[in-house]
């Protein structure tokens, strides 16, 4: 399974060869990890800069924190903070840019802006607005990565049953809105939605989500740096660093195409050591 994304400045990303890396670029005052550390645009340059040149293939440009507890904000903060930095990003960076929202408004502003592709926290499916985020994926032609989320940790069937009903109806909203399907990118939501031992057991078996109906997709893996690694090795969110690492390792060997962390040069290390033990 190979996917080639081609976006309308030449920048491109191909799938299912090599695995890809994700560098997280927050600029939040209150990211559970590293919030405040890169909230001006200066700051925030260079990490996206040190980023490219340790190994990142996509930067994933956030505005908002997603951390257990965080109270959304409104479209139009979102956008009030995001846009200086993805303006600035965007003019300097060599890879493609994600920003990384559940609200249509703000993904259209940053589309708008140049954006190349989307990270929605819940999956097309936020509950304000329904089916409004594969629109817009749909009217700019880009790639969303579509996660698997919920509001509390029960559930009443086998998870992995639960999630893929779940991205089912993510493709019948991206069906409805015209988003071609060769454009999603699946994320099982580590963190979201699930306790530690759910988020293991998910990262087990995290390799029966990637086919649907014969078709098999990509899948972007999220496990850096969360506090199921806090859970199992009772180390502070600083020290997390290798036990991501493992999550990636094996992760890979389920099948993630992408891996999105914070520590992009030993983890693209791993990455590229895992690819050649496997033979990508």
Known sequence: ???????????????????LVMGILNVTPDSFSD???????????????????????????????????????????????????LET????????????????????????????????IWGLQYAEETGAMARVAAEANVPVVVMHNQNGTEYQEDILGKMRVFFERSFALADAAGLSREKIILDPGIGFGKTAEQNMHVLRRM??????????????????????????????VEERMEATGAACVLGIERGAAIVRVHDVKPIARMCRMTDAILGA
């Open 207 to 236: 390799d029966e989500l990637v086919s649907y109906d014969g078709v098999e997709y990509p899948v972007l893996l999220g496990a850096s740096r969360k506090s199921f690694i806090g859970a199992a090795l009772g180390l502070p």
């Open 35 to 85: 919030g405040g550390k890169w909230n001006t645009r200066d700051t925030a340059l260079r990490h996206m800069e040190e980023m490219v040149q340790d190994g990142a293939d996509i930067i994933d440009l956030g505005a908002e924190s997603s951390r257990p507890g965080f109270v959304p904000m409104g479209a139009a903060e979102e956008m009030e903070r995001l846009m200086p930095f």
């Open 1 to 19: 399974m190979e996917r080639i994304y081609r976006f309308r400045d030449g920048k491109e990303l191909t799938l299912g060869g090599r695995t």
């Open 89 to 120: 990003v965007l003019a300097e960076c060599p890879v493609p840019v994600s920003v990384d929202t559940f609200k249509a408004e703000t993904a259209r502003a940053a589309l708008s802006a140049g954006a190349h592709m989307l990270n929605d």
